[in-house]
């Protein structure tokens, strides 16, 4: 029996938790080809907009925008471990 594909890409980001902590992006060969294609539209259009799925089967938006070095600049990071507080 063929085993069902899931749709959207399965793919996954996680920000660090923490200060020089490590940020993950964990998906299926799809699903990073996915994003890759998301990221290549960015880098022409500016903005780009992918929905994927995580393993429990949720979709969710991934906003992918650029920027110039100036504005990144003042962002504040947004650790994980600060959201629980």
């Not at 890409?9 to 799809?30: C, F, K, N, V, W």
């Not at 994003?35 to 992918?50: F, P, T």
């Not at 393993?55 to 003042?74: P, R």
Request: with cysteine; hydrophobic share 30%; net charge positive.
């Amino acid at each position: 029996m063929k085993k069902k594909k899931i749709s959207p890409p399965l793919l996954y980001i996680a920000a660090p938790s923490a200060p020089h902590g490590t940020a993950d992006i964990i998906g299926t060969r799809e699903g990073l080809q996915y994003l890759k294609q998301k990221i290549e539209k960015c880098l022409q259009d500016k903005s780009s907009v992918a929905f994927v799925c995580h393993s429990d089967g949720e979709g969710y938006d991934i906003y992918i925008q650029m920027w110039d070095e100036k504005n990144i600049l003042k962002m504040e990071p947004d650790y994980r471990e600060r959201r629980k507080q």
